[in-house]
């Protein structure tokens, strides 16, 4: 079945970085779309950055465009979001998501952005 699970969050300072990872199985990785998304208590997932299935497009929310990075290695059936230069904002649950004849999430990593 289709699994997802990401890694890497944690506690960071205001002006930080950080890498997510998203590791990926049960489906074909190389030929799915994948998508990073967060999510803050109280408030809807919102999109953060998206990437074609063999990376040659991507596209990011405005709010994180020019710090964060969204790549793949299709090998290693993995996803990435390199977060450059975090705020408070970042605080969140950072999910990947795989649409594969549906939605299907990963149970998410814990970002805090905090001094």
């Known amino acids: 079945q289709v699994q997802l699970v990401e890694s890497g969050g944690g506690l960071v300072q205001p002006g930080g970085s950080l890498r997510l990872s998203c590791a990926a199985s049960?489906?074909?990785?190389?030929?799915?779309?994948m998508t990073w998304a967060r999510q803050v208590p109280g408030k809807e997932r919102e999109f953060v950055a998206g990437i074609s299935d063999v990376g040659g497009s991507t596209n990011y929310a405005d709010s994180v465009k020019g710090r964060f990075t969204i790549s793949r290695d299709n090998a290693k059936n993995t996803v990435y979001l390199q977060m450059n230069n975090l705020n408070p904002e970042g605080t969140a649950v950072y999910h990947c998501?795989?649409?594969?004849?549906?939605?299907?999430w990963g149970q998410g990593t814990q970002v805090t952005v905090s001094s």
């Open positions: 998501r795989a649409d594969v004849g549906r939605s299907y």
């Open positions: 049960g489906f074909t990785f190389s030929r799915t779309v």
